[in-house]
């Protein structure tokens, strides 16, 4: 495939990957007692509702253009209002899991694919059809275990964040919680250094393993 070809394959797992992981949120905290999301309309897959000007599109276009080894990037958190839900704390963290768990259910789903696909080639029926829902599949793999390790990150106000300040005692996730303040700043430094390098990407390898892709 071109890269104009390429780029086609890429964008419609990596819109569902981010888009999904919002969804989860909403579905769940509505489940959970807080309608926030549904009477928003956010619990769509409308793309146009989810869509994050800088998240969805800038930082995704930067690194395509880059040829940068991963692919990242974040549609407008689905509002939840954690007054709304039943359990407190521990709701807080049904919610913010959900995302990850999403993420990790399509990857799984998508190696199957990928698998059953393996055979296809690049002329032909397989050509046109096989061959590029097998490489949607790998994308969706990838794409998918990037947003799950990477959302699971203890670091406000990424989901890992929230499943802390849910599970930890009150005496530490308070101070943690009053982190978030930097939250976006230290996700930037994990994105643009080499701490992605020691961190994030090991475990994406362990899970790529563990599905049997070979990326």
Same mark, same amino acid.
Not at 27 to 41: F, I, S, Y
Not at 50 to 73: A, E, K, R
Not at 155 to 163: A, K, N, T
């Given at each position: ?10 964008? &419609?797992?990596?819109?569902?990957? @981010? +888009?999904? $992981?919002?969804? #989860?949120?909403?579905?769940? /905290?509505?489940?959970? !007692? ?71 259910? &399509?990857?799984?789903?998508?190696? @199957? +694919?990928? $698998?059953?696909? #393996?055979?296809?080639?690049? /002329?032909?029926?397989? !050509? ?88």
């Amino acid at each position: 495939m071109n890269h104009v070809q390429t780029i086609i394959v890429m964008i &419609l797992p990596l819109m569902l990957a @981010i +888009i999904l $992981h919002e969804v #989860s949120h909403g579905w769940v /905290a509505e489940k959970l !007692g807080d309608p926030t999301a549904r009477l928003m309309g956010r619990i769509t897959l409308n793309p146009i509702s989810h869509v994050d000007l800088f998240g969805t599109i800038i930082v995704p276009g930067i690194l395509l253009l880059t040829g940068s080894p991963f692919l990242f990037g974040w549609a407008k958190p689905v509002p939840v209002d954690f007054g709304n839900l039943r359990g407190g704390r521990r709701d807080m963290a049904l919610v913010a899991i959900a995302g990850p768990v999403t993420n990790f259910l &399509l990857a799984a789903a998508s190696s @199957i +694919i990928f $698998h059953l696909t #393996s055979g296809a080639g690049t /002329a032909g029926f397989s !050509g046109a059809v096989l061959f590029p829902i097998h490489e949607m599949a790998r994308y969706s793999v990838l794409f998918n275990l990037v947003l799950m390790v990477f959302n699971l990150l203890p670091i406000l106000p990424l989901d890992g964040g929230r499943i802390a300040v849910g599970l930890l005692p009150e005496s530490i996730a308070l101070p943690l919680q009053r982190t978030e303040r930097w939250g976006m700043l230290i996700v930037l430094l994990f994105i643009a250094t080499d701490l992605w390098t020691y961190t994030v990407a090991p475990v994406i390898y362990v899970f790529l393993r563990i599905l049997g892709m070979r990326m």
